[in-house]
């Protein structure tokens, strides 16, 4: 969907989409949990990666949990579409979609092994959310607009599968393009790339096709 064509209010059934604000004190004790939870991790377990095998931290459900939890804080807490108090945050998006962006440089900055496994995670995670924040809030700014450009969005509708495969796809050329890593690059986004457009059209889209149906189904049947 293209963020210029967002709905006024999806929220308009309370029983659907309820305000569930407490929710924040149980995630940010999740955030905590997850973050002290890597630090027992890298800190005391000492479980890093090295150049053949990723850390447990980059990859394991049990260490970023917290991604995910920021995005459905977002969604139930501080969702513009729902018409969801904001604070200081909803009343400076772009000042503070300017810190998140700044704090996405620092972690990338820092180049030290336990930073990068431990608390970058975090900072991330927290900067994101000042950024998407700004997205959903003010899609008819200048600095929006351009993410509805054709390509992006096509790009947003294959990025997640992008995400899952590409590391797969770097591990099974590596052993051919050892010694050029721009060729292993170049070669893992085309593979990855191919995946997901089949993803996308073999798989995501008839799915879709058969769940549209069933709603509409399911809506005539209520109706009736």
């Not at 049990?62 to 579409?81: E, Q, Y």
């Not at 900072?123 to 959903?136: K, V």
């Not at 797969?168 to 060729?183: K, Q, T």
Request: proline share 5%; aromatic share 14%; with cysteine.
């Amino acid at each position: 969907m293209s963020v210029r064509h967002l709905p006024e209010s999806p929220c308009e059934d309370p029983h659907i989409y309820p305000h569930w604000t407490a929710y924040a004190h149980v995630h940010s004790f999740l955030y905590l949990l997850i973050l002290a939870w890597r630090c027992v991790l890298v800190f005391y377990l000492k479980i890093l990666g090295s150049e053949t095998t990723p850390a447990w931290t980059e990859l394991a459900t049990d260490a970023r949990l917290d991604s995910i939890a920021f995005g459905c804080l977002l969604a139930v807490t501080h969702n513009k579409w729902c018409n969801d108090e904001a604070g200081i945050i909803g009343r400076h998006p772009k000042l503070f979609a300017s810190l998140g962006l700044g704090m996405l440089l620092l972690t990338l900055a820092v180049r030290d092994e336990r930073f990068r496994e431990t608390f970058r995670y975090s900072i991330q995670g927290i900067a994101l959310y000042l950024i998407f924040f700004m997205c959903i809030a003010l899609p008819g700014s200048a600095w929006v607009k351009w993410l509805s450009l054709p390509p992006l969005r096509w790009l947003g509708w294959i990025s997640y599968t992008l995400y899952l495969c590409h590391y797969m796809f770097i591990h099974l050329v590596e052993p051919y393009f050892r010694s050029n890593r721009p060729l292993i690059m170049l070669t893992a986004f085309t593979m990855s790339l191919l995946y997901a457009v089949g993803m996308r059209y073999a798989i995501e889209l008839p799915l879709r096709k058969i769940r549209t149906n069933k709603s509409k189904l399911a809506l005539k049947l209520i109706n009736t």
